[in-house]
């Protein structure tokens, strides 16, 4: 199965920037599509970004015009930029993987992935 690995959290102030990776083993083996979601404490994980088969993404509006989803040439890294950070983007960041494509329907749903990473924890301070 998909294994998948994030690294890149930290602490950094407002305004700051940050890159979270998501390592995917298995990935050109089995093509999957990858997801970024994350979870603030008592709340819900919700989705962040996701990158479509035709290389075009989908961002929750939250985050729009600030983080940015990317991925390597070789399709087994995951990258998440993210500039302009707010204290509201502190949560444990997490990128999953789902077999079926996923769709501007689907991409923001849990049920749609399969492969979840033990995330990275971001905090954003004020």
């Known amino acids: 199965q998909v294994h998948l690995v994030e690294s890149g959290g930290g602490s950094v102030q407002a305004g700051g920037s940050l890159r979270l990776s998501c390592a995917v083993s298995g990935y050109t083996v089995s093509r999957k599509y990858m997801g970024w979601f994350r979870q603030a404490p008592g709340k819900e994980r919700e989705g962040v970004a996701a990158i479509y088969s035709d290389g075009s993404k989908s961002y929750a509006s939250s985050v729009r015009g600030r983080f940015t989803a990317s991925q390597d040439n070789a399709e087994v890294t995951l990258y998440l930029q993210m500039n302009s950070l707010k204290p509201e983007d502190t949560g444990m960041y997490y990128c999953?993987?789902?077999?079926?494509?996923?769709?501007?329907?689907?991409?923001?749903?849990?049920?749609?992935?399969?492969?979840w990473g033990q995330g990275t924890q971001v905090t954003v301070s004020s």
């Open positions: 999953a993987t789902a077999q079926s494509r996923l769709t501007p329907g689907t991409w923001y749903k849990q049920s749609s992935y399969n492969n």
